[in-house]
């Protein structure tokens, strides 16, 4: 699933990337889509306080690259984008139930 990559689609994101204040390596290119609101977010962190961030479900697209805007699932997302092949952070895999319903 291919997206255009718009800065104004990634909320807090410092760069065309999608980098944010907390992520900002030149791995940190992901940006993780909140069930609650069904909006894009550089990071957990940068989403707003007035409701928690909602876990996607396994079988939606939940993760978009930075790079090139592709869309993946749970179980598409990988170590890098499998459309455009930009390396993503490793550690970002401690993070999986904070954004998906494992």
């Not at 204040?21 to 069904?38: E, G, I, M, P």
């Not at 697209?61 to 790079?67: E, L, R």
């Amino acid at each position: 699933m291919e997206a255009s990559l718009d800065l104004m689609e990634i909320v807090e994101a410092i760069d065309a990337e999608g980098r944010c204040a907390h992520w900002h390596s030149a791995l940190d290119v992901v940006a993780n889509k909140c069930a609650t609101c069904d909006t894009w977010f550089a990071c957990a962190w940068c989403h707003p306080a007035d409701h928690a961030f909602g876990q996607m479900p396994l079988d939606e697209p939940a993760v978009m690259c930075g790079v090139c805007g592709h869309q993946m699932t749970f179980h598409e997302y990988g170590t890098e984008c499998p459309s455009c092949g930009a390396p993503f952070n490793p550690g970002c895999t401690t993070h999986a139930e904070m954004y998906f319903q494992v």
